[in-house]
Nanobody, 124 residues
């Protein structure tokens, strides 16, 4: 039973920070690449950041560079997304996803396993 559970979302003011967590079970985290995706109302699901199982290399969407940081703790089977300097455009449901290949991608269609999402709302 492969499961991913996100947490850490909530309401934050512009300029604030949140740290999202994704706890995985049913598989070995270090054998899977992980991506963070988000979907806002009326918009396509988009890749935010990903981390590869092979070497821990990371990628970020242009909107996330310099503000977001993805990391993993294999001992805790947890992947994190630290989000700083949030703005209203970051408001979305954030999803954690896993794929079996060692190389991460930013394409949602490559990921067969998904969490249920956690809501992030940035508003004053």
């Amino acid at each position: 039973q492969l499961q991913l559970v996100e947490s850490g979302g909530g309401l934050v003011q512009p300029g604030g920070s949140l740290r999202l967590s994704c706890v995985v079970s049913g598989f070995t985290l270090d054998s899977y690449s992980i991506g963070w995706f988000r979907q806002a109302p009326g918009k396509e699901r988009e890749g935010v950041s990903c981390i590869s199982a092979a070497d821990g290399s990371t990628s970020y969407a242009g909107s996330a560079k310099g503000r977001f940081t993805i990391s993993r703790d294999n001992a805790k089977n947890t992947v994190y997304l630290q989000m700083n300097n949030l703005n209203p455009e970051d408001t979305a449901v954030y999803y954690c996803a896993a794929k079996q290949r060692f190389l991460a991608t930013m394409y949602a269609g490559d990921y067969p396993y998904w969490g249920q999402g956690t809501q992030v709302t940035v508003s004053s």
